[in-house]
C-alpha cells in the first residue's frame, strides 16, 4: 500500500495518540506511529522531533530519562493530564470534521 504524507497540522495529535498507548522514546514514537497505520503513514524524523520538543513545552508531555531496548539513554515521553485533556478535545474535532468532509464529499450533483 502507498505510504501517506501527513496533512498539516495532524501530527501533533497523533503524537499524542501514541503516547497515550504507553511512554515512548522518540523513535519509539516514530515506530509506534508507522504501526497501528499499518506501515503507511510516514513521519519525518526532522517533523518529529520539533514537535515532540513543543509538545513537551507547552506541558502537553512529561519527559523522563531512561534507557532504550539497545541499552542508550534516551528520553522518555508520557502524557501529562494536560496532554490527555487535549488528545480527546483534537480527537473530538478531528472526528466532527471527517464526518463533515466525508458528507460534502459523498454530495453530488441535482440531476438537470
Known sequence: MD???LLQGTLDLLILKAVSL???HGYGVLLRLQQISGQ???VQQGSLYPALYRLEHQG???TEWGESENNRRAKYYQLTTAGRTRLEVE???W???AGIMGAILKTEAEPA
Request: proline letters at 6%.
Open 3 to 5: 505510504q501517506l504524507e
Open 22 to 24: 504507553g511512554p515512548l
Open 40 to 42: 503507511t503513514l510516514t
Open 60 to 62: 502537553l508531555l512529561a
Open 91 to 93: 480527537t473530538e474535532k
Open 95 to 97: 472526528n466532527r470534521m
